[in-house]
Antibody, heavy 117, light 110 residues
Framework: EVQLVESGGGLIQPGGSLRLSCAASGFTVSSNYMSWVRQAPGKGLEWVSVLYSGGTTHYADSVKGRFTISRDNSKNMLYLQMNSLRAEDTAVYYC???????????WGQGTLVSVSS | QTVVTQEPSLSVSPGGTVTLTCGLSSGSVSTTYYPSWYQQTPGQAPRTLIYITNTRSSGVPDRFSGSILGNKAALTITGAQADDESDYYCVLYMGGGIWVFGGGTKLTVL
């Protein structure tokens, strides 16, 4: 069974850094495309980043240059390093496996990041 | 900047049919955008309903169907049930490793 479990969220001051983790089971992270999607409180979903199996990464303009997606193949983990955090980065962050036809086929339960002084 | 448009809210009567749409601020949605649809209830993670325009995800009832209608992607619910009351999101793959979600449609069943 495919399972994704995010962790690492919390309260952080503006300008600070945080690293989110996503533990995967039931499949191999390095063999799949993996993504982060976020949802600000009361708002819609926003795609954040993708890591392809070959190692290529892409980012939404809103986070480019501040966020870095990566993985640890030995631990079957996905990460999102978030630097220079802003109030508008406050959201629940979901990790997702990208499946056939570039859809987000499996989702974690999310982890909440709150950026506030 | 590409904007993906959805109806902010829709309502349907139990047993009725409703169509949610997913458009582009500039241009037409086609199958090459690989439109997919997600259902989300409050406090829960999204659930995949439809991908590659019209393929139902595993376990999704056949009352949910996807298509291209005119210049938009569409999600049609036929025979709506009370537990279909949710937020629905579409997402389009823009190419180059970039996805854009629509703003979501809040569906009320009443």
């Amino acid at each position: 069974e495919v399972q994704l479990v995010e962790s690492g969220g919390g309260l952080i001051q503006p300008g600070g850094s945080l690293r989110l983790s996503c533990a995967a089971s039931g499949f191999t992270v390095s063999s799949n495309y993996m993504s982060w999607v976020r949802q600000a409180p009361g708002k819609g979903l926003e795609w954040v980043s993708v890591l392809y199996s070959g190692g290529t990464t892409h980012y939404a303009d809103s986070v480019k240059g501040r966020f870095t997606i990566s993985r640890d193949n030995s631990k079957n983990m996905l990460y999102l390093q978030m630097n220079s955090l802003r109030a508008e980065d406050t959201a629940v962050y979901y990790c997702a496996r990208v499946g056939t036809g570039d859809n987000f086929e499996s989702w974690g339960q999310g982890t909440l990041v709150s950026v506030s002084s | 900047q590409t904007v993906v448009t959805q109806e902010p809210s829709l309502s349907v009567s139990p047993g009725g049919t409703v169509t949610l749409t997913c458009g582009l601020s500039s241009g037409s949605v086609s199958t090459t955008y690989y439109p997919s649809w997600y259902q989300q209830t409050p406090g829960q993670a999204p659930r995949t309903l439809i991908y590659i325009t019209n393929t139902r995800s595993s376990g999704v009832p056949d009352r949910f169907s996807g298509s291209i209608l005119g210049n938009k992607a569409a999600l049609t619910i036929t025979g709506a049930q009370a537990d279909d009351e949710s937020d629905y999101y579409c997402v389009l793959y823009m190419g180059g490793g970039i996805w854009v979600f629509g703003g979501g449609t809040k569906l009320t069943v009443l």
